[in-house]
């Protein structure tokens, strides 16, 4: 009822237009004659003649109001129907059209203002009436509501949409019993019909009138005996009752005389659900889901919220991927259909898999966030660090102002030895401002400049950024351990690589790879002794003898003179 309103008032703006050609006859007139009227007129008391130059003040300042609102000019039109009121300030005219102003700028309170005073002014214009009924609305003041729907009503006795909106608003204010009473004067009005039957349905099942609502349904049946989707209304009034026997048979007289009306097989799924076999449930899903009939946004729904209460029930994950499978067979082009795909696969950890679903919802997605977001986070997952820079690269593309895309574009190169790029693309990042809700850190930056600059033999840089990464996260274990092992690989500040590695190690003391680490500091500062018992303790707590380890062992033995030993490990090595 909303709509028709709404229609009627578009009709009623094109009737405005032809309105306002007539308007423009009648001005151009007075305009022409505008001095002769007067002087003709000229025996005519003081009164009656500024009464008339007011008149024609008025028509000229309506017209040029209407002209700039068709124009789009709408603060100029509110002046001239400003100045329409201050010149008949008891005219109902100028606030109709200075509230549908108000009304097409979103300036709702000021419209509901203009609205009421343009309604006060004409009670019985149903034009004005109808942009108050619909301003209530807008503001769910459904009391107001309702009483002018009564008024205009009995003002348009013959108009059905009013009853229409009457009858819902009393559904809205639960006043059931006047509600039905409307819809049966429709009927009386205008026959048995659809319209009218479903919405005292379902009047009567929220009532938990069960046997009336069916009576209503029947009456349907009665009157349009070959609409068969009728019937699956009758099964789901059926189901609600859990008369599971006349539920089904309700839907298979349905499939059974259209089978287009494929939606028939959610309702019997819901019926299954609900009666807890699930199996035959999934089944007339699948049936469902291979139709094109059934709207392909209502399968995903209905998919998404199966993934949510299934998502830990393994013995019910063959249906769902069975589900996801009929999907893709059915939209083999549909992204949306593929992205949900991904999404499962993600959730299940079939990071490959979900990655090849994806990619194929690239050319429709690639506007769009999200899809590089999910895209280049499982490149990571894969530690695909060659695709992580590509994709990301590729995102930067499209999303330049992105910060997260230069992070992940910067660590792909890393890890492809592209030290260049990764320094052009993590100093872009720093300067971008950064989302609070990615966990990204700013230290995180540093850290990888700096072992960028280091690749690159820029050591001064490198051992600068460092020191800014460790400003900011003194406890970051992994980049004091790698720059402790550069300072002593530079036999440069060492005294500092001791104090970093030792308090690295008072945290992890069986760490190896930090164990080996204090082992070759010790060995660059001479301490042989105190590097061996290190560098056995690594060894000892490594599943695995690294060659730098053994490296490192046999530089230890042979700087303490144990030559044969020493050989032996640089062999091994």
């Known amino acids: 009822s909303k709509i028709l309103l709404i229609t009627k008032y578009t009709i009623r703006r094109s009737f405005f237009v032809f309105l306002l050609s007539l308007l423009i006859i009648g001005i151009e007139s007075c305009s022409l004659f505008k001095t002769q009227a007067i002087r003709i007129h000229s025996s005519k008391s003081k009164k009656e003649q500024n009464f008339e ?47 549908q102003l108000s009304y097409q700028q979103k300036k709702y309170s000021e419209a509901l203002h203009y609205a009421e005073k343009a309604h ?86 929220q009532r938990k009138e069960y046997d009336k609502a069916i009576a209503e349904i029947n009456k349907l049946i009665r009157y349009y005996p070959d609409n068969w989707a009728y019937y699956g209304l009758l099964g789901d009034i059926y189901t609600l009752q859990n008369q599971y026997d006349k539920a089904l048979k309700s839907y298979r007289t349905v499939l059974a005389n259209d089978s287009s009306i494929a939606k028939t097989y959610l309702s019997m799924a819901q019926m299954y659900l609900q009666k807890k076999d699930t199996a035959n449930s999934f089944a007339a899903i699948d049936s469902a889901f291979c139709s094109l009939s059934v709207d392909l946004e209502r399968k995903l729904s209905i998919t998404y919220s199966y993934m949510r209460f299934y998502e830990v029930r393994t013995e019910y994950q063959h249906y769902l991927e069975q589900m996801i499978q009929d999907l893709v067979k059915t939209y083999p082009k549909n992204p949306k259909v593929h992205i949900l795909q991904a999404d499962y696969l993600m959730r299940h950890k079939k990071y490959k898999e979900a990655r090849e679903a994806l990619r194929l919802a690239k050319e429709d997605k690639q506007n769009v966030y999200a899809y590089w977001q999910q895209l280049i986070y499982l490149d990571a997952q894969l530690n695909d660090n060659k695709s992580m820079y590509t994709d990301a690269k590729d995102a930067i593309d499209l999303f330049p102002n992105i910060a997260e895309l230069y992070w992940y574009g910067g660590l792909g190169a890393y890890f492809t030895n592209r030290y260049r790029e990764t320094v052009n693309l993590l100093n872009k990042g720093l300067e971008l401002p950064k989302d609070s809700s990615v966990l990204i850190r700013v230290t995180d930056y540093y850290m990888y400049l700096g072992e960028a ?44 690589a001791l ?10 003391p069986k760490n190896a790879t930090y164990l080996d680490t204090y082992a070759w500091v010790l060995y660059k500062h001479g301490d042989y002794q105190e590097a061996l018992k290190y560098i056995k303790q690594a060894m000892a707590n490594s599943e695995k003898q690294g060659v730098a380890f053994l490296e490192h062992y046999g530089d230890l033995l042979y700087r303490l003179g144990r030559d044969e030993e020493a050989l032996q490990e640089w062999k091994n090595a």
């Open 499 to 508: 104090m970093m590695i030792k308090k690295v190690i008072l945290k992890n």
């Open 120 to 205: 006060h002014l004409a009670p019985k214009n149903k034009w004005m009436h109808e942009l108050v009924i619909r301003l209530y609305e807008g503001y769910n003041q459904l009391a107001k509501t309702e009483k002018e729907l009564e008024i205009i009503i009995k003002n348009n006795p013959s108009n059905i949409p009013y009853y229409f909106e009457l009858a819902n608003v009393y559904t809205l204010r639960q006043k059931y019993n006047d509600a039905l009473k409307i819809y049966d004067k429709i009927e009386t009005m205008q026959g048995v019909n659809e319209g009218t039957s479903i919405k005292k349905e379902e009047i009567y099942i």
């Open 453 to 496: 600059y280091y690749h690159l033999n820029d050591k001064d840089s490198a051992y600068y950024y460092f020191d800014l990464a460790l400003q900011d996260d003194s406890t970051n274990y992994i980049l004091m351990n790698n720059y402790s092992y550069y300072l002593a690989l530079d036999s440069t500040n060492l005294d500092k």
């Open 53 to 99: 130059k007011k008149q024609i003040d008025y028509r000229f300042l309506l017209y040029n109001g209407l002209r700039q609102k068709m124009l789009g000019n709408y603060q100029l039109a509110e002046q001239y129907f400003s100045k329409c009121i201050e010149t008949f300030p008891l005219r109902a005219t100028p606030y109709y059209e200075l509230a």
